[in-house]
């Protein structure tokens, strides 16, 4: 699939074609080129364990097909040839019932649906979970679940959330975030890092 393709599409289509494995994409509120750029996962499942080969482009416009050997994933991580972008993945799957894995999506979104925000417009997980330990945790544990600025707000109900309350902007979630990552810092010592990747200029904090 492309680079900017959903996630959930992928996912859709894959298991309608018996081909499961990577039902955990329909959870996963983005598209492949974000994907691929972080590892994501959900469910105990992550992209670049399926992945067979990426497409990419550089900065001269020359097109390249690459092997997972020439990048180095890790959790929430992936580094890879500088100057690169990704266009396309193709991923190895095998053939299996189509309709348990359907069946498969169906039980996820349903978990996704009771333990995070998906009503609400969100920037996704916000943070990377701890060595040992859940961002979510620490967050709640540190008071801040509730936690308002402006139009931004960490989730009530899941922590490693900050939701849109209807007109956040970029600035009020950056920072909430930093508040955040220095409240859990100063009460638990541990720095949380972000998953998410903030572009443009940055906020104070």
Request: proline share 4%; charged share 20%; aromatic share 6%.
């Amino acid at each position: 699939p492309g680079a900017g393709v959903p996630c959930a599409t992928v996912a859709r289509v894959s298991t309608r074609a018996g081909l499961p494995g990577i039902e955990f994409l329909a959870g996963i509120p983005g598209t492949v080129g974000g994907a691929l750029a972080m590892n994501a996962g959900a469910f105990g499942g992550e992209t670049w364990s399926h992945v067979a080969a990426v497409e990419t482009i550089d900065r001269a416009g020359r097109l390249h097909t690459r092997k997972p050997a020439e990048y180095s994933v890790g959790y929430r991580s992936v580094q890879g040839p500088a100057g690169e972008w990704f266009l396309a993945a193709h991923f190895a799957l095998s053939q299996d019932n189509a309709v348990q894995a359907q069946a498969r999506i169906r039980e996820l979104l349903t978990q996704r649906g009771a333990t995070q925000p998906v009503q609400q417009y969100s920037c996704g997980s916000v943070f990377r979970n701890p060595p040992g330990d859940h961002a979510a945790r620490l967050i709640e544990a540190s008071g801040l679940k509730g936690r308002r600025i402006g139009g931004a707000q960490v989730s009530e109900k899941h922590a490693n959330f900050i939701v849109n309350t209807g007109d956040a902007s970029a600035t009020d979630i950056e920072t909430l975030l930093n508040e955040v990552q220095g409240t859990v810092e100063k009460q638990h010592g541990v720095r949380l890092q972000t998953e998410v990747r903030i572009v443009g200029e940055h906020a104070a904090g």
